[in-house]
Nanobody, 125 residues
């Protein structure tokens, strides 16, 4: 399984970015694809996740209503649309995936065995 996150950049507060996670190496049926972020000096934290089959989504409370997950099966891509960005959203964003992640652990980075390289998002005030 290979994952690659891209689409980061520098944006002013209130702006938008769309991150993409390219997936390959498996059919991804039964997988969960998650997004995590890590700000300087802080631990990696959950942002959002989507179940591949059902498209059920999960969000961190602070991004609910601002961030939206979607996926394109034909392209094997997962997208994280980020609107109304805030300086506190500044971080390196990672996509991760694993099969059979249960809801009680979906926000735990240890539940994911496959990780892509991160992409840096910088939100200026």
């Amino acid at each position: 399984v290979q994952l690659q996150a891209f689409g980061g950049g520098v944006v002013q507060a209130g702006g938008s970015l769309r991150l993409s996670c390219a997936t390959s190496g498996d059919t991804f049926s039964g997988y969960v694809v998650g997004w995590f972020r890590q700000a300087p000096g802080k631990e990696r934290e959950f942002v959002a996740a989507i179940r591949w089959n059902s498209r059920i989504t999960f969000y961190k409370d602070s991004v609910q209503g601002r961030f939206t997950l979607s996926k394109d099966n034909s392209q094997n891509m997962v997208y994280l649309q980020m609107n109304s960005l805030k300086p506190e959203d500044t971080a390196v964003y990672y996509c991760a995936a694993d099969r059979g992640v249960i809801s009680s652990t979906i926000r735990n980075n240890r539940a994911y065995g496959h990780w892509g390289r991160g992409t840096l998002v910088t939100v200026s005030s």
